[in-house]
């Protein structure tokens, strides 16, 4: 049965990723930002759809204004999670651009990439993304670093929250929770040494998949605060949020 559902999705998702990469390559240089914004939106939303993953949103997301999206890491459905939502830059490791389909599509989205063994890569990542919040944009961050199974969270790396810090812009945490038959469930994690396609199998070959993005209240940028208190309190939000656990007030 695995088999009689995984080949028309993977035959849909091949099809949906071809007219992706013909929209990035055709249709983007000339509709403008907010084209962009709406053929990014209704694309991953499709691109959930086909791969069989319901999405639920839960709380306000901040739709206009620049604003940097820290969420926790769990799959490589998490960037299309969060861009179904409102469109978002990402910053990835340099790596993923190398993955066959994936990296393109991120890529093609506007992906900021990280090459951890430069020397000055998080100042020249900083600048990049100093310059999509003056145009009002989102910028999302996975502070972990590498994905996890999704019940618990590795400490937050504060280096990439300075940006955020200087240009005074709103901090929104999402929690990213994954299910499967309604349930809190791994089965779609992309975790250790598994490859892009054994997840790719096992996802497209299940049933009853969901994520739940929690947009939980935005922290507010305070100069006394240093990029690692920000990190810190980022990190007990979504942590709070992961466990359906209600914001503390006055927070």
């Known amino acids: 049965m695995r088999i009689l559902r995984f080949l028309p ?58 604003v940097l999206v820290v969420a926790n890491h769990v799959s490589w459905l998490d960037i299309f999670v969060i861009n179904a939502v409102r469109p978002t830059a990402f910053v990835a490791k340099s790596e993923i651009r190398r993955w066959p389909i994936v990296g393109w599509l991120v890529a093609g989205a506007g992906t900021l990439f990280l090459q951890r063994d430069h020397r000055h890569a998080v ?47 709103p901090i929104q945490p999402v929690a990213l929770r994954f299910l499967r038959h309604g349930r809190r469930d791994a089965y779609a994690a992309f975790v250790g040494e598994e490859t892009l396609v054994g997840n790719l199998w096992r996802v497209l070959g299940a049933r009853g998949l969901a994520v739940e993005a929690i947009y939980l209240p935005p922290l507010p940028v305070q100069a006394a605060q240093t990029r690692l208190q920000m990190a810190a309190h980022a990190r007990s939000v979504i942590e709070r949020g992961l466990a359906g656990e209600p914001p503390s007030p006055g927070r």
């Open 123 to 169: 100042h020249t990542v900083g600048e990049a993304m100093k310059a999509r919040f003056t145009t009002q944009e989102s910028v999302g961050l996975f502070p972990e670093g590498t994905t996890t199974e999704g019940f618990s969270l590795l400490p937050f790396h504060g280096s990439l929250f300075e940006p955020a810090r200087q240009a005074g812009v």
């Open 9 to 66: 999705r993977a035959i849909i998702v091949a099809l949906t990723v071809l007219a992706g990469l013909v929209l990035v390559g055709t249709v983007y240089p000339i509709v403008g930002a907010r084209g962009r914004d709406l053929l990014n939106r209704t694309w991953s939303r499709c691109l959930l759809r086909v791969c069989g993953v319901r999405l639920a949103v839960r709380g306000q997301p901040l739709m206009q204004g620049a």
